[in-house]
C-alpha cells in the first residue's frame, strides 16, 4: 500500500487589501455674526482633530439691529463680509472647506435649503450669548435638530471684527464654492454663484 504525499503543514501566506481611506465626516457649519469666532474655530479643530472632517459653511443673510425688523433681506453685504473672514480663518487654522454659502433671512430654512442638496452626518451652530442672540430666542438648535434629525453642537461665540481692509483669499488655496438658492420668474428655486444670481435682476433670494 502506498502512502500519499504528507499533508503541507508549511504557514499559508494571506496578502492584505490596501485599507480604504475613511470617508470624511460631512459638517455643516451655521453661522452669521459669529461665524468666524475665536471660539466657534476652536471647536471646529477639536472636531477636526477626531478624524477626517469636510466642513460646509452656511452664513444666513440675518440683518441685525433695527433691520431685523424694517427689511428682513437686508443682511446680504455683512453676510458676504462674514463669510469671506469666516473661511480665512478656517483654512488658516487648517480646516478643510468644501463650500460656503450665503443663505435665507431665515435660518432653519438656510439649513434646510442645505440639507436639500447635499448629507450632512452633523450640524454646528453658532450664536452670540444668549442675552444678544435672536438664534436663541428662536431656539435655533433644537429646532435644528427636530427638523433634520442630525446632532446639532450648539456653539457660543463672540461677534466677529470685520476688518476695513479689501479681504481676498490666500494664494494657493482653492476657490470657495458660494452659492444661494433663488427663485425664478416661475416661483422654481435654483442654486446660483453670487456672480450670476447678481446678472439676473428679475430673480430673488428663496
Not at 439691529?65 to 462674514?82: F, I, K, N, P, T
Not at 483654512?91 to 450632512?120: K, N
Not at 490666500?170 to 458660494?178: A, E, F, Y
Request: glycine content about 8%; proline content about 8%; some cysteine.
Amino acid at each position: 500500500m502506498v502512502s500519499g504525499a504528507p499533508p503541507d503543514t508549511s504557514p499559508t501566506t494571506t496578502m492584505n487589501e490596501p485599507e480604504m481611506p475613511a470617508e470624511p465626516q460631512k459638517v455643516l457649519v451655521v453661522g452669521t455674526r459669529t461665524a468666524a469666532c475665536n471660539e466657534l474655530v476652536h471647536e471646529l479643530t477639536r472636531r477636526a482633530a477626531r478624524g477626517p472632517t469636510a466642513f460646509t459653511l452656511v452664513v444666513p443673510t440675518t440683518p441685525s439691529g433695527w433691520a431685523w425688523l424694517a427689511d428682513m433681506h437686508s443682511g446680504g453685504v455683512d453676510a458676504e463680509r462674514y463669510l469671506d473672514a469666516a473661511v480665512e480663518r478656517y483654512r488658516a487654522a487648517g480646516l478643510e472647506v468644501d463650500s460656503a454659502h450665503l443663505g435665507d433671512p431665515d435660518p432653519i430654512a438656510a439649513v434646510m435649503d442645505a440639507v436639500h442638496f447635499a448629507t450632512y452626518d452633523e450640524v454646528v451652530v453658532c450664536t452670540l450669548p444668549r442675552n444678544l442672540s435672536k438664534w436663541l430666542g428662536l431656539s435655533l438648535p433644537h429646532r435644528i435638530r427636530a427638523v433634520t434629525g442630525l446632532p446639532v453642537t450648539h456653539v457660543v461665540g463672540r461677534q466677529t471684527r470685520l476688518s476695513d481692509k479689501a479681504h481676498g483669499r490666500r494664494g494657493g488655496h482653492r476657490p470657495v464654492d458660494r452659492r444661494s438658492v433663488y427663485l425664478d420668474g416661475q416661483g422654481a428655486a435654483q442654486v446660483l454663484g453670487l456672480e450670476d444670481a447678481r446678472s439676473q435682476p428679475s430673480r430673488t433670494r428663496a
